[in-house]
Every structure is written in C-alpha cells, then in structure tokens.
C-alpha cells in the first residue's frame, strides 16, 4: 500500500473532513452508476420457465429453474444484471435452502451433536490486552485513524476519477506477492470490485500496521497471540469470502439460475452431517483415494506389530542393497503415508530405489483405551520395539534411523537414553547416523503453534481429553489448518459452498484430512514438558524409563533438514540443537513449508535448498549468509551424505516374515 499526505500544512481536522466529504461523494456517485448500469445495459429476458411435463435442464445449458443461461459465464457482468431478475433467482436459492434445510433437521434428529471445541477466552483476552495499550497511547490510534481515512480520500478521488474517465487509476493498495486472492477479472476491470478490493486491504494494511506498533511493546507470547488472532479476522474479512462481494461468486450464480449457491448450501449441510454437527470442510474428493491402490502403495509386508504400532518392511527394487538397515519413524501427529503418497512423490519409495532395506513404523490410531500411553511408550514400543525387529530379522548390529517432526523429537530422546545405557542394549543394534526431519527440540520458539500453548489453554485441553481418553483428530485438524486459514480454509469455503463445487482430487489433502487422534497422558505431557517447560533442551531437567537425558551425550553422526516458510517447526528453532549435539552434525535447509518442503522429489526440480560447509555458526542467520543455495530436491544430496553409514553392497534382502501386506490396517482406521 502506498500513501502521501496531501498538504502537510493542513490541519488534521481538515484533512479529516475533507477525506469524509470525499466519501460522501463517492457513495453518491456510486448509487448513480449503479442505477445506470442496471438499467441502460440490462441482461436479456429469460426464457419461459419449461412445463411441467419438460425435465428441467441442467446449468450445463440452463438451470433447474428453467431459465435460460449462458455457458460462458465470464460474458456475464454482474454489475448489469436486472435487479428483478435477481431479486426472482435469490427467492428461487430461499425456497430450495429451506427445504434442504428442513431435511438435514429431520436427518439429525435423535443424533448426538459434538460441542464445539472453541473457546473464545484467549481471543478474549488477548483484545482486552490490546485495548488497554491502545487506551494508554490515544495517539497512535487517533494517527491511525487520520492516516486511514487519507488512504481513504485518496482510493475516494482514484474511483471517482476512473468512474469519470473509464481509465484505471493508479492503485492505492495492491495485494501482496503471491496473494492469490484477487486474481479475477473483475477485481481489475470492475471499478466497483476494484473499489472493495482496495478498501480492504487499506483498512487491513491500517490494522495490521496499528497492531504491529502496539505489540512491538509487548511480551513476544502476548505479541503473537493479538497477530496472530489479528491476522485470523483480517483474513475472514476478505470481500472474496462472501457471496454479493465476490464476482465470480455472483457469475456462477446468475449463470445457474442460483443452482451454485443451492448446491453449496448442500455441500454445507453434507459437512455439517459429516461432522456430527460439528463442520468438517471436505478440502479434496474423499473417495478419490484409497489407502495401498491409488496411495500408499510401495509394496511391503507388515512384519512386526504391538498395540502401538505396525512395522513395515519394503520390498527391495535393486539386485543389490546396503547393508546397514534403514528405520523410518513418522510423526504420530498425522499418519505414515504422507512419506509414501503416490509413485512420482514417494519418499519412501525414492529410498528404497537408492538400494536401502527400508522400514517404516505405522501407528495405530488411538482410542480411549491408549488414555495411559506415555511419550515414553512411544519411544519402547515404537523405535526400540522396531529396532529389535529389525535386528532379528536382519541380524545387522547397525542401523541408520530417520525421524520425521515429533518422531525427531522422540528419536532424539531415544538417542539420550542409549548414549546413558549401560550396558547398551543386546538386542538393539547400534545406531549409525540419524536423521531429523523438520524436528523441534528446542521448543522457546515454537512460531505460531505458540498461540495456543499456555497454562489455561493446556488446562482446558486437559479436562476435555479426560473425558474423551484422546485428544480428537478433528481439533488437532482444524488447529494446523487455523495457521494457514488462507490457504487450507477460505479458498475450500469458497469454492464448496459459494460456488457450489466439488474439491479437486488432490492426494497431499486428502492425507491432510484423515488425522489421528493422541492420548491424554502423552499429549499432555508433549505440551507441558516440551512446549510450555521447554525441558527437553536443558541437561537432565526430562527422564525417560527413569534415565535422565542429555542430547549433549549424543555422538551419532547428525543429518539435520529445516525448510525455510514452516510455520510448524521455524527453522531457526530447528537450527539450534546443531550447537548441542556432540557428534558432527549436517544442517541443510530446504524451500517452501513443512510438508512440501520435506516431500520434494527430484524430478519436480522445485524448492532449492542451502548447504553449509566448514563449522557451523551458532547464529543461524549467519549460517544463512554464508551457505550455498542450490537448485532441486535436497534428497539427492541426503543419500550422498548417508552413503559412510550405510556399508557395503549385499544381495537384497526378502521379506521372511509377514502379519499382513503393507500397508498395514492400522493406517487404515479414519477417525474423521
């Protein structure tokens, strides 16, 4: 957004009038185009409305209610549609909602409706900490004010001008790179979409500059949680979200006869039943996809398994393997697939094709009767559990372990707890190199997942997982979607229920729509430990199976990855274990987020990555300063660095034992 004064000499009372004369005009002016257009340039008569005995026609060619349309919906305008024509097609989307509403009441009477999880306490809180600041300093709200209301007169004056002239005049707010939200025609050709899109993202870049002012004075946790709760309602205030301000909303609509909006109601009556009157935005095709046919499918067995977790073991694709076998822990935050989508963005696949015996630990999808599950349990049950298995059926005294997000977190804890053994474990081989993918350890920064850890949140998450035994997937959905509402939200709001589409098949979202759930205890315990306590990074403040664990005992040779845009694990958090651990450590930091980032095959040739040689700085900008940037995937790079730990080349080895083929049925169990 770009602003001027006007006169500096002026006073800031005339300013302000002259800014709120300026508006007066335009909303004027506005009523008299409106009214011409709606009039002088008038869409043509509908067709008669067909018999009854004539089926009705489809939007394809005209809309259930008969009326004729044009197929090519970007011909429509909707500033000079005839006001009766719609007053007819919203009366006609009435009628149909009422009666679709009328079904869904009778189809969930007698039906449980799920509360609500939200609470609106730190949202609360948070504004009342924010008015008494603005309270203590009247001078930067009333400036504010003035300078909006310039911005204003000047957006005023530019839309009065291009009303006169038909010329676009030079904008006084524009999208930020990469905003994809104003794409459309209209908001560049249509003076009056042009005009909303520009008032809100003056008023947005005022609030957001007032606010950034404000907190700049305030505790970092108090910040973030007024920004980021700011940034939420700036964001549903967007002119795109809604039906009358978004044009091809209106398009779609008058091209159906409002056959769009009818359709999307539906599409929100499906979610809400769906959700047990809880809303459940569907944000791909659900039955698109289906787990080990279309997705999931590198072939494998499951040859060990507990209460907690499958082990998979892959079906080798080369003559030859390594012989150092290969563990792949995945977050239990979400399930295992997300490294094995499809062949083309196969994580695990891409490993087992570079000549590694790959397995890989599924776990099972929670339930009240995991209420007691410990992180710990996590760590015996999971990764020790699953390296005992891999050393019996491989005979191997060696392994090399990957963990991914909280299953980093975990292995790092399991790598404390062994440096401490003693003696080690005769039936765990000895870990090779380690792998972290996207790993908080040390929690002081958790970026804006902070939002929502503190005591009276924690508390409250406490009370509800005690009567549930789990905290429930949805929720945990729905917080992760809620940082990134611009992208896993608004657009899925817009086009199922204003347009009235269907989801575009899309397998990244549909694993990002089927969650597990946690157990109590080691949520709880996650939470509070590692979040709010940070305990994990300080020496011996954290005990697992009664040994205190310090990742300064850690001497296992160390491959790091953080990506640069996550709003999960910053990476400048993930950075600092690189000056903890004390055996050499690689850190390598990709492009884009916290999945897309990590899941980056080579022939996409997307992203980039940053290497850094020689020591590693402990300020990790520093490290950025002096890295080297390269183009692609950073697995090529990765399989070139685990080649010293992963032994020489042996005959592959066959699967001898198998439960069932992968992969698996634990990751088969959808909560949502």
Same mark, same amino acid.
């Given at each position: ?31 008299? *185009? ?94 009342? !900490? ?14 504010? !004010? ?41 908001? !560049? ?8 899109? !520009? ?29 980021? %709760?700011? *940034? ?13 301000? @978004? ?58 398994? @507990? ?26 935050? @979400?399930? %295992? ?41 996590? =760590? ?46 005769? $039936? ?9 993918? &996207?790993?908080?350890? $040390?929690?002081? $920064?958790?970026?804006?997942?902070? &939002? ?17 035994? %789990? =905290? ?44 597990? @759930? ?33 990742? *300064? ?22 950075? &600092? ?96």
């Amino acid at each position: 957004m770009t602003t001027t004064d006007d006169t500096p000499e002026q006073s800031a009372g005339q300013k302000l009038e002259k800014s709120m004369d300026a508006v007066a005009a335009l909303r004027q002016a506005m009523e008299r *185009r409106l009214a011409e257009e709606t009039t002088a340039a008038p869409v043509k008569e509908p067709a008669p409305s067909p018999k009854a005995e004539e089926p009705a026609k489809t939007a394809a060619g005209a809309s259930k209610g008969g009326k004729e349309t044009t197929p090519d919906t970007a011909a429509l305008s909707p500033l000079s549609c005839d006001p009766v024509e719609w007053t007819r097609i919203l009366r006609h989307v009435g009628q149909e909602c009422q009666k679709l509403f009328q079904d869904y009441g009778t189809r969930m009477q007698g039906k449980k409706v799920e509360p609500i999880s939200f609470t609106p306490a730190p949202f609360i809180e948070s504004f009342t !900490q924010l008015s008494t600041h603005l309270l203590q300093d009247p001078e930067a709200f009333t400036s504010a !004010q003035l300078s909006l209301w310039q911005n204003y007169a000047k957006l005023t004056r530019a839309t009065l001008e291009r009303m006169q002239t038909g010329k676009p005049a030079a904008p006084v707010a524009e999208p930020a790179k990469g905003d994809k939200r104003f794409n459309g025609t209209d908001w !560049q050709t249509s003076w009056l979409f042009d005009f909303l899109k !520009q008032a809100y993202l003056t008023s947005a870049a005022s609030t957001r500059d007032l606010i950034h002012t404000e907190t700049a004075r305030m505790p970092k946790d108090q910040a973030r949680k007024i920004e980021f %709760y700011t *940034r939420l309602f700036l964001e549903s205030g967007a002119p795109n979200n809604f039906w009358a301000t @978004n044009p091809d909303v209106l398009r779609e609509a008058f091209a159906t006869n409002g056959d769009s909006l009818i359709k999307g109601f539906q599409n929100l009556l499906d979610d809400l039943e769906r959700g047990n009157g809880t809303l459940r935005l569907k944000m791909t095709d659900l039955n698109a996809f289906k787990i080990g046919e279309n997705i999931a499918t590198t072939q494998g067995k499951v040859v060990y398994q @507990n209460d907690l977790m499958q082990l998979i073991q892959y079906e080798p694709t080369t003559p030859t393997v390594k012989k150092t076998p290969f563990l792949v822990i995945p977050p239990w935050i @979400n399930k %295992y697939y997300i490294l094995d989508l499809r062949e083309k963005n196969s994580f695990i696949r891409y490993l087992v094709s570079q000549g590694h015996t790959v397995y890989c630990i599924s776990w099972a999808n929670p339930t009240r009767s995991h209420a007691l599950t410990q992180f710990e349990d996590y =760590m015996e049950k999971g990764a020790f559990d699953a390296l005992r298995a891999i050393k019996r059926l491989t005979g191997e005294e060696r392994a090399n372990v990957l963990g991914y997000c909280i299953g980093g977190t975990m292995l790092s804890c399991a790598l404390a707890w062994l440096a401490k053994a003693d003696p080690y474990p005769a $039936d765990l081989p000895q870990i090779a190199s380690a792998t972290y993918l &996207v790993t908080m350890i $040390d929690f002081k $920064d958790p970026g804006d997942l902070g &939002v929502f850890i503190d005591e009276a949140q924690i508390k409250m998450l406490e009370e509800r997982m005690a009567r549930q035994g %789990y =905290m429930d997937a949805g929720s945990m959905m729905t917080t992760f979607n809620l940082l990134r509402a611009n992208d896993l939200i608004w657009p899925f709001i817009i086009n199922n229920y204003l347009m009235g589409r269907e989801p575009f098949p899309f397998d990244l979202l549909y694993w990002n729509t089927d969650p597990v @759930n946690l157990p109590a205890a080691m949520h709880s315990y996650y939470l509070r430990k590692m979040y709010l306590e940070n305990k994990l990074i300080v020496p011996n403040a954290l005990s697992m199976k009664g040994t205190p664990l310090d990742l *300064r005992e850690i001497k296992v040779p160390v491959f790091m990855l953080a990506t640069k845009e996550d709003h999960i694990a910053p990476w400048k958090s993930v950075y &600092v274990p690189t000056q903890i651990y004390s055996g050499p450590v690689t850190f390598v930091l990709s492009g884009s987020g916290h999945i897309a980032g990590v899941v980056n095959p080579p022939d996409a040739q997307k992203y980039g990555y940053w290497t850094h040689d020689g020591e590693l700085p402990e300020n990790p900008e520093e490290w950025l300063a002096t890295a080297t940037e390269h183009k692609g995937s950073w697995w090529p790079a990765w399989i070139e660095w685990l080649k010293a730990y992963a032994g020489a080349d042996i005959p592959a080895r066959t699967i001898t034992e198998s439960i069932e083929d992968a992969p698996g049925s634990y990751v088969k169990v959808r909560v949502v």
